[in-house]
């Protein structure tokens, strides 16, 4: 019984070591004499991590797409929603908004490369402004930027293939010459009169593109400023004095203040309402012409389906995209068109 038990025991200790030496000779170790469990062991191990590597297996969890968003608000939201459906099964999506422009966004921004995301996705012009300047290596797309080329990303609109080496993205200018052509081509040539504030960065630019575009279409452009409701109404009333009877609601935050009065105005059919404003009642507006975020969100997922496939950010060019939801007011179409003529 003694000798047994001896023998019982190096014979499993041998089978073992026998079954453990032949998974490691399969990895191509060697053995050298005392020791050889633990070296081998250690060789074994590095091996197979070499293996998970080359063949992209992990230990943890897929790095995620990060989404970095800023303004917060329903356009972005719809974006958002268009890119999910986009880059479903193309592994776990994050989406932060930026808490402001300063200090604050900076952290959140620290935060995101710290963790070196697959894919950045940058939706909109503050957003972007503010990742630009920062990120110089991981790769990104861009969307909901109406001009990329201030934000330091892009460089020249002549030369869309010229851009920040780790970024491309899509350009999606305001609706502002679509509007014009699609309501003179409703209403034929007339007085169209537009309320803007100059406090609102947004809305000048929209009032110089109104103002150079309108001629183009046949259309008379007169403008006013103002920086408050009071101000709106003056103004207003100053177009409608000079002859505007169609005025046009730009994509701007300002526009908001006075969208209620004039949309009321074109139900009651004082004025014709060209509208671009993507949010809110656009009961009263003649025309609706905005852009289509949830399809910018789509185009901004295929974009991002490239890079994940591999191709690289100098090699796509950063391109125009203007996806239109439009809706025509029969009704108030009739009221307006020259037959009869409009009263």
């Not at 671009?276 to 901004?300: K, N, T």
Request: aromatic share 6%; net charge positive.
């Amino acid at each position: 019984m003694w000798r047994s038990r001896p023998r019982l025991f190096r014979h499993r200790r041998g089978r073992r070591r026998s079954i453990f030496l032949s998974v490691c000779m399969t990895c191509g170790a060697k053995i050298t004499g005392s020791g050889t469990f633990v070296k081998v062991w250690a060789k074994s191990v590095l091996v197979l991590l070499g293996i998970l590597g080359l063949t992209g297996c992990s230990l943890g969890p897929p790095a995620p797409i990060v989404v970095f968003c800023s303004p917060e608000g329903s356009r972005v939201q719809q974006a958002v929603e268009g890119l999910k459906a986009g880059l479903e099964g193309a592994g776990p999506l994050e989406v932060v908004w930026a808490r402001g422009a300063g200090e604050e966004a900076r952290e959140q921004l620290r935060q995101i490369r710290r963790r070196h995301p697959r894919l950045l996705v940058v939706f909109g012009t503050p957003a972007l402004m503010l990742v630009a300047p920062e990120e110089k290596r991981l790769p990104l797309v861009f969307a909901l930027v109406g001009d990329p080329y201030f934000t330091g990303g892009a460089y020249d609109a002549a030369h869309p293939e010229l851009h920040q080496e780790n970024l491309t993205g899509i350009a999606s200018p305001a609706p502002v010459a679509a509007a014009l052509e699609q309501g003179a081509g409703l209403l034929g040539p007339r007085t169209w009169g537009l309320i803007f504030d100059p406090n609102d960065g947004v809305a000048a630019e929209l009032k110089d593109a109104f103002l150079q575009e309108a001629s183009k279409f046949g259309v008379k452009p007169l403008a006013a400023s103002s920086t408050d409701a009071s101000g709106d109404r003056r103004g207003l009333e100053e177009l409608r004095s000079q002859g505007a009877r169609v005025f046009y609601l730009p994509p701007a935050p300002s526009a908001a203040r006075y969208a209620p009065r004039l949309l009321a105005w074109g139900r009651q059919g004082q004025v014709a309402v060209v509208s671009s404003l993507p949010e809110g009642e656009q009961q009263g507006a003649l025309l609706w012409i905005a852009l289509d975020y949830r399809a910018l969100g789509r185009e901004a997922a295929a974009l991002a389906r490239r890079l994940l496939a591999g191709e690289k950010p100098p090699a796509i060019p950063i391109i125009t995209r203007t996806p239109l939801r439009i809706e025509v007011d029969e009704a108030l179409l009739r009221r307006w068109s020259d037959y009869p003529a409009p009263h």
